[in-house]
């Protein structure tokens, strides 16, 4: 098995497994590889940042979205059909998905969640077994015997295992027989009716309906769009009256917009340029550098092999070696071994049936990025929290800001006595803390007097600024020094730094603070000491944000 190989094995063992950090040794029993290789996969996917570890444990960074985003870059349908999934979603009120054909699974590229009920909820990039959902029947009514072959095989258990969303087990458990019986009905009269119902094939309470989008050219199900709802809200029959008609109309004007895009999003079709050439947005990471001081605990070919993929997010409609080559810098002969490789793995393939032109599949958003989309702020920021409370020995936190007050997202303290009672959610007002100063004196000027303005600015400790002249003064200062410091203002023997976070726009978005007690840390010794600490966690935090963009959980509300 070559190192790449390796390597894939050991990243799709961490997808899958159910914790968020995993040790190397559950790595072992998972991958049936041995300690020596996963360390040495490890240290090398920790080196490219496609890991973080705590000394212990590993999990997935941010950066790992880039394998997604190569291939939802390169097929462009998010770009393109999500305004037309907002728009139904807002027209019938209900959760909205698009999900691509993925072998015998379908594949969501795009989730416009609605939900009110406890339901299971999927992101962009989540699997699911055809035979459960609504997508699965449409999908599945244009499958080749080889690939209809290939699910009855996976429901017998005696096929190549896949990666689905870890689904509650089918209600009262129907033999393989009963299961493939049923589903060929379903995925027959989908292609009858040109709409296909899951009522609560998922789990109680959850039904949906979906219709094709068809590429106009051949008439291939390139996508399904679904809408999902509730059985409190819904019958199956009910959601049908009430779906069925906008959905059709939707899929149509989506039919629409991809031949106006003129997208690749399948193997086998002719080169079309799609709206020109997207250029990598960020200079590729070092290859072959880290090898000179990691030596043997550095796999040079799996550190080339992932730069190769994440290359072929740099284009639309597909790569040629030579192209690749260029863009990651290696060697012909190394490019072409990647590509084979990536190509055997099921994340790669050929978009010409010359087999010049190489693009990803959708099966590479279960290299990390199904699972970090689900994130939130507070699980992106806490490793961060940890880290830097461990070097100050002090409590730190981060903040964003809610009206006149910050409201703390996350939270590590330290076990010291004396601790303000602060958890997620904590509100304070911003003018007398360091992350509400922080925050305010990130907004435009004439925002930050209007928030002033609102703010009955009162003294909570003796020392408490409540001069609005003052204060305005001090923020001016805070946004030219990049951190505030504020000595007891909020409560007497609490002083607190805080340096600003911002997103992939360079706009402030969060605080981060230490909290220290007042009668044991100088603040000539805050400065010193603490100041470097903080606003380097405030910048490591930033360029999360920044790889994750908009995709965190909750960040659009
Ligand atoms: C979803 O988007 O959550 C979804 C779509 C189709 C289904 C089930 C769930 O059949």
């Known amino acids: 098995m070559a190192p790449l190989e390796r390597g894939l094995a050991v990243l799709r063992a961490i997808c899958a497994s159910p914790d968020d950090a995993v040790r190397p040794g559950d790595l072992v029993r998972e991958t049936g590889l041995a300690r020596s290789t996963v360390d040495r996969v490890l240290s090398t996917l920790t080196r490219l940042d496609f890991l973080r570890s705590d000394g212990r444990a590993f999990s997935l960074a941010p950066r790992a979205m880039q394998f997604g985003d190569a291939y939802l870059a390169v097929c462009g349908l998010s770009e393109v059909l999500e305004p037309l999934a907002v728009r139904l979603a807002d027209e019938l009120d209900e959760s909205v998905s698009v999900a691509v054909p993925d072998g015998d699974g379908v594949r969501f590229v795009i989730q416009i969640p609605r939900r009110r009920t406890m339901t299971l909820s999927f992101r962009v990039g989540d699997l699911l077994p055809a035979e459960r959902c609504a997508p699965g029947a449409l999908f599945a009514a244009q499958w080749s015997a080889e690939q209809r072959a290939r699910w009855s095989r996976r429901l017998v258990g005696s096929g190549p295992p896949r990666m689905f969303f870890p689904l509650p087990p089918a209600p009262d458990g129907p033999t393989p027989q009963e299961v493939e019986s049923a589903f060929d009905e379903r995925a027959n009269a989908a292609a009858k009716e040109g709409w296909a119902l ?214 590590v303290a330290t076990s010291r006595i004396m601790q303000a009672a602060i958890t997620v959610g904590t509100r304070f007002p911003a003018y007398a803390t360091s992350m509400g100063r922080v925050l305010l004196a990130g907004l435009p000027e004439a925002e930050r007097e209007a928030r002033i303005a609102a703010t009955d600015l009162r003294a909570l400790t003796r020392f408490t600024v409540t001069d609005p002249v003052v204060l305005a003064e001090t923020l001016r200062r805070v946004a030219a020094d990049g951190y505030a410091l504020v000595d007891q203002e909020l409560e007497e023997g609490l002083r607190s730094m805080a340096a600003p976070v911002r997103d992939h726009r360079g706009r402030v978005v969060a605080a981060v603070n230490v909290s220290m007690h007042a009668g044991r840390v100088e603040a000539d010794h805050a400065r010193e000491v603490i100041l470097p600490a903080l606003t380097a966690t405030a910048a490591r935090i930033s360029a999360d944000l920044a790889a994750m963009g908009d995709r965190l959980d909750g960040a659009a509300a």
């Open 198 to 411: 899951d009522d609560q094939l998922i789990e109680p309470g959850l039904i949906a309906i979906a219709v094709p989008v068809l590429d106009r050219a051949d008439g291939r199900v390139v996508a399904a769009v679904s809408v999902v709802s509730h059985s409190s809200r819904h019958s199956a029959d009910s959601l049908r009256e009430h779906a069925l008609g906008r959905l059709r109309e939707t899929a149509a004007r989506m039919q629409e917009a991809l031949t106006g895009s003129r997208l690749q999003t399948e193997p086998h079709r002719a080169s079309g340029s799609g709206p020109g050439p997207r250029v990598a947005s960020s200079a590729p990471a070092p290859i072959d550098e880290p090898k000179r001081d990691l030596g043997p605990h550095y796999l040079r070919s799996l550190a080339r092999g992932l730069a190769v993929l994440v290359a072929l997010g740099s284009k639309r409609g597909g790569m040629t070696l030579s192209a690749v080559a260029d863009v990651t810098g290696l060697p012909r002969a190394t490019a072409r071994r990647a590509l084979i490789t990536l190509r055997e793995q099921g994340y790669v393939d050929c978009l010409d049936p010359e087999g010049r032109l190489f693009a990803p599949l959708p099966s590479v958003l279960e290299l990390g990025y199904a699972r970090l989309c689900g994130r939130t702020v507070e699980d992106l920021v806490r490793p961060h929290l940890l880290e830097l409370s461990r070097q100050v020995h002090e409590s730190a936190s981060v903040a964003v800001l809610r009206g006149s007050e910050i409201s703390y997202v996350a939270r």
